[in-house]
């Protein structure tokens, strides 16, 4: 789905953001990082069997993800191009999906242990998702490796998600857009405040997103993991059917400068995927095994490569493109929004033109 330059320049209109400094120099650890363009697909038909995940070949495929998307020889020498000894590192979660696409111990544990390689203590890596409840529903804290520090923003959803329970009131991004029942006038209300988490407690953050559909946002991959995790106040990006405006939100998120320079390293899950019924429960009825791990420093040039890989089994399945498909029972908003990816690209978050991405396939036995 490509927009129109005037469409684009209109839903960038719309963002109002917190004074910020310029984006970080290419080359440059950050977003979008070392590597923009470059997309590395590890895909190992045996790293899942039955419904559960295959340590090993997780393992192989983490390894050799690292490898490509760096050149480094081995994959600590890998690791160390984004980390090293001192560092307290955050990793992004996604319980949403609940019970079916999740994130996955086997590969947290891969990435801790990658972690461990260059260098940085246990006791400074820190698993994190907004919500304690839903980190504790998903099992999360059962599962994690000794020593791996975790935490959350609040307890549980608010009714405005104004809560600042653990949120940083020096950080935020602003923008024209409120929940109906919201006061327009208070600035507050117009506001997401970043997490503490991010803003105070780690220097750097690994983003784990999974492969999945969303109602509202078409899909629910890097872009979206960091835009509705790492921030209070998001439910007015999507409170209704048609009060829907995921495809400004997003980038006008993910373009905050805390976001754009702790955020080092992106990992998309697709050993699952789901095509269609996200982002929560009845995704479990559109389900697949695609097989697959990406790595990247790029998220634009990660969720483009994901989009098309959502579509492409959408076609398969009988389904419209998320960018055209009309509600149903199981996606009841008027329209998705995946075009969140396009405008992220022209705000310099990374890759977006198909012909510039280098995406590099490798298939392991």
């Not at 000894?85 to 111990?105: E, R």
Request: glycine share 10%; hydrophobic share 40%.
């Amino acid at each position: 789905m490509q927009l129109s330059r005037r469409q684009i320049l209109a839903g960038l209109s719309t963002i109002l953001a917190s004074p910020r400094p310029s984006a970080a120099a290419p080359g440059k650890l950050g977003i979008p990082g070392p590597y923009p363009g470059r997309v590395i697909a590890v895909r190992h038909p045996g790293c899942i069997a039955g419904d559960a995940y295959e340590r090993e070949a997780v393992r192989q495929m983490v390894h050799k993800g690292m490898m490509e998307l760096t050149g480094a020889e081995t994959p600590a020498e890998a690791w160390r191009v984004f980390f090293e000894p001192g560092d307290v590192v955050g990793i992004k979660l996604n319980p949403v999906g609940l019970p079916h696409i999740i994130s996955a111990p086997e590969l947290v544990h891969e990435i801790v242990d990658g972690l461990r390689l260059a260098g940085v203590r246990p006791n400074d890596i820190v698993a994190y998702d907004r919500y304690r409840s839903q980190f504790l529903k998903a099992g999360f804290d059962k599962w994690l490796p000794e020593g791996v520090r975790w935490m959350a923003a609040t307890d549980r959803t608010h009714p405005l998600q104004l809560d600042m329970d653990g949120y940083d009131p020096d950080q935020y991004v602003e923008m024209a857009l409120v929940l109906p029942q919201a006061d327009s006038s208070n600035p507050h209300h117009r506001r997401s405040y970043l997490a503490r988490f991010l803003s105070r407690e780690v220097n750097k953050m690994i983003n784990l997103s999974v492969l999945k559909h969303h109602q509202s946002a078409g899909i629910t991959l890097a872009l979206k993991n960091m835009s509705h995790g790492l921030v209070n106040n998001v439910n007015r990006s999507h409170s209704s059917k048609t009060l829907n405006a995921c495809n400004t939100f997003i980038p006008a998120i993910v373009d905050h400068p805390v976001i754009r320079q702790k955020v080092v390293l992106q990992i998309l899950d697709g050993v699952k995927g789901g095509y269609h019924g996200g982002p929560g429960g009845k995704v479990g009825k559109y389900m697949w095994h695609h097989q697959t791990i990406y790595f990247a420093t790029d998220p634009v040039a990660l969720d483009r490569v994901g989009w098309k890989v959502i579509d492409e089994k959408r076609r398969q399945m009988g389904l419209l493109p998320v960018g055209e498909a009309p509600p149903d029972a199981d996606s009841t908003f008027y329209r998705m929004q995946p075009e969140h990816v396009e405008i992220a690209g022209a705000l310099g978050l990374g890759v977006f033109d198909e012909a510039k991405i280098d995406l590099r396939t490798l298939e392991l036995a």
